[in-house]
């Protein structure tokens, strides 16, 4: 699993843009987390995708997008992943190593999860 | 419309609609000229083939809804071909916008793969920056068309702010210093060192360059459709078309070389067939850095301009071999297959237009094409010398694109003769532009390769599926009386003696005139070489030749 962190343009249209240079790629996306960040007007995006050379190739074409001002691979001492998940307890939130939360989730058997990674 | 005259815009393409009417009431005191076509695709390869032959933005412009989305095909087209079109699309009023109104597309969305940027201005304060931003955008790198969608109610709020400066950045990367000196040394080191020169090497003006190169290391040039024309093809270097339909030498010497400089060419499956089927070592150059190892994985990769790249490797280059093994074996075979295409019998061979054509045309015409077999024969056959150009639908492949770019070539070289070398098929796909011509007076030639049919489909279904024929008949128009109806000149052929004269009155004539060649209806399109990793598979048709050419 390979994260890819980049800023981009805050605006309508920006995500289907984005999404587009994968589509035509055959990449799936396996998650996605976009947020407000540190510069106005910008917001940072932070997907994963299954392996290295898809990663690659969907680098270097976002990189020519106008929409996009930064695009990176970022490495595991900098992912964060997380997850949501409902228990009989009620829903819980979880933050760890992609393991951790994976192996969590595999225990708890929760009923509804969703299960992302975060990246700075 | 203070933008668009800073960029020193003349002329425009397109067709008014109630959400352009602002701009349209604005542009009469402009002294910009419009050009009233007669389908936005028209306006599309009009706008594309002005900035093929000015290379720098050609303006197309439709109304919402369906006006727009006829705009498509041509933006597309000049998308897979790297060309600076900048379209504009009116749209309903933002308040409107998402309630399926009167002639509301999403347009914004339905251009986005296709160009380089969209934008959709939604405040008027911004329209003059992303206009701005739209013919920097268009030229930079590697060029390619932007659009722009603007909502009624933005036209008429545009309250005259004042755009920004103009800042196209005419600086044009160059290769970095290490590598372009492991690509001179590849080169020198080569046996059978070759140049591959695609539609980049084109945009970028680098043949003087390319024939520098060549010349040290008597290395032959190939050139892809695109690439047709970068370098004179009667230079004995330069051995032609590459690919499907390209000349055997050519191909000949894609199979054997041992070191390929290929500058600004993406290895499409038109030119190198199956991927993999490339196993000498590869020096690619191009600007586009998503282009390096898209098709096949290069030795080497530099991201640069093509003519910049070339003359720094140039510069390197301190060999000079006057002839080789290699440039002989290859300069040979093109002689062997410089076959004799003065076919003089009836019905009329398509070669033998191609062969009155290079012998009458100017060396500074504009030749245009447009797509399918008529396309080929031009490719393969005409010769591209001197300072004459060709134009054609390479990526996309868009049948009628021919007439439309010829139109807008025209306005950009109007000292030039422009001819649009045509099939019935494809010509009639946009046929409806000669009212333009007419209306406009622009004497374009259309020369007419009619054989009443769409004939690349006739030679595919008989060559891969067993004779069957289908859906290829066309026959049934009269089309010196479509010429006519539209205003223009009609000039039907039968017999190969009165090619010359209907061509020369063609080129002479001061408005549109269609000659309409009645060609052989069997002849096919040969040699058509398939590339495969396993090696190649030639269909040679009758060449006497043994299908060289």
Redesign the interface.
């Known amino acids: 699993m390979e994260v890819i962190s980049m800023i981009v343009n805050d605006e309508?249209?920006v995500m289907?843009?984005i999404m587009?240079e994968f589509t035509?790629k055959r990449i799936n996306v396996e998650t996605i987390v976009v947020g407000k960040c540190e510069v106005p007007g910008k917001a940072r995006i932070v997907l994963t995708v299954l392996d290295k050379e898809m990663a690659d190739?969907a680098v270097?074409?976002l990189?020519?997008?106008?929409?996009v001002e930064d695009v990176e691979i970022v490495d595991e001492s900098r992912q964060s992943a997380y997850a949501l998940i409902s228990t009989s307890k009620g829903w819980i939130g979880l933050v760890g190593s992609r393991n951790e939360v994976a192996e969590i989730i595999e225990r708890a058997r929760p009923e509804h999860y969703i299960n992302t990674v975060n990246a700075l | 419309m203070d933008v668009l005259r800073s960029e020193n815009v003349e002329l425009m393409f397109g067709i008014p609609g109630a959400a352009t009417l602002p701009l349209y009431d604005e542009l009469l005191d402009s002294g910009i000229r419009h050009i009233l076509v007669r389908h936005e695709q028209g306006a599309a390869h009009m706008a594309d083939g002005y900035a093929r032959i000015k290379r720098s933005p050609g303006i197309c412009i439709a109304t919402s809804g369906a006006g727009a989305t006829n705009l498509v095909t041509g933006v597309a087209t000049a998308y897979l071909d790297s060309s600076p079109v900048i379209a504009i699309t009116g749209q309903v009023p933002t308040n409107v916008m998402g309630s399926d109104g009167f002639q509301e597309a999403d347009i914004?969305?339905l251009m986005?793969?296709i160009t380089?940027?969209n934008f959709?201005v939604t405040d008027p304060s911004t329209l003059a920056t992303d206009l701005r931003?739209a013919f920097r955008?268009s030229m930079s790198g590697r060029f390619g068309p932007v659009h722009i969608d603007i909502p009624k109610d933005v036209l008429t709020r545009e309250n005259g702010v004042q755009p920004p400066p103009t800042s196209v950045d005419a600086t044009r990367p160059g290769p970095r210093s290490d590598e372009a000196l492991v690509a001179a040394k590849m080169l020198m080191a080569a046996e059978r060192p070759l140049i591959m020169l695609g539609g980049g090497a084109k945009w970028s003006r680098a043949g003087t360059e390319a024939l520098a190169i060549a010349e040290k290391l008597a290395a032959p040039i190939v050139t892809t459709l695109m690439g047709k024309g970068a370098v004179p093809e009667t230079h004995p270097l330069v051995l032609g078309l590459v690919g499907m339909h390209g000349r055997a030498a050519a191909n000949y010497a894609l199979d054997n070389c041992d070191v390929l400089l290929a500058v600004g060419a993406r290895f499409s499956d038109r030119t190198v067939g199956e991927a993999g089927s490339c196993n000498m070592k590869v020096i690619h150059v191009d600007i586009?850095?998503?282009e390096l190892g898209k098709n096949i994985c290069p030795t080497l990769g530099i991201v640069a301009d093509a003519k910049a790249a070339l003359s720094a490797i140039n510069d390197l280059i301190d060999l000079k071999i006057h002839s080789s093994m290699w440039s002989k074996s290859s300069g040979d075979m093109m002689g062997r297959c410089d076959c004799d295409i003065d076919v003089c019998e009836d019905p009329i061979s398509p070669r033998k237009v191609i062969f009155e054509l290079n012998r009458i045309l100017p060396q500074d015409a504009i030749i245009v094409t447009e797509v399918g077999q008529c396309q080929m024969w031009a490719a393969h056959f005409l010769e591209i010398r001197d300072q004459r150009t060709f134009v054609t639908s390479g990526g996309l492949g868009t049948m009628g694109f021919g007439l439309p770019a010829a139109i807008g070539a025209k306005f950009a070289a109007p000292d030039r003769k422009v001819i649009d070398i045509a099939g019935d098929g494809s010509f009639m796909m946009v046929c409806q532009e000669l009212a333009t011509a007419s209306k406009e007076n622009i004497p374009v030639a259309v020369v007419l390769m009619n054989n009443t049919r769409l004939g690349m489909i006739k030679q595919h279904q008989r060559i891969f599926y067993g004779n069957r024929l289908t859906a290829q008949d066309l026959s049934g128009v009269d089309m010196v009386k479509l010429a006519e109806a539209f205003g223009a000149e009609g000039i039907r052929v039968d017999d190969y003696r009165d090619l010359v004269p209907a061509l020369e009155t063609a080129l002479e004539s001061e408005g549109p005139v269609l000659v309409d060649i009645q060609i052989n209806r069997e002849e096919d399109i040969f040699p058509l070489t398939l590339r495969t990793a396993a090696g190649s598979t030639v269909y040679r048709g009758s060449c006497p030749y043994n299908g060289g050419c």
Do not use: A, N, Y
């Open positions: 309508f249209g289907q843009r587009g035509r190739i270097e074409r990189g020519r997008l106008h929409d | 914004f969305s986005m793969p380089k940027h959709r931003s955008i586009d850095r998503t």
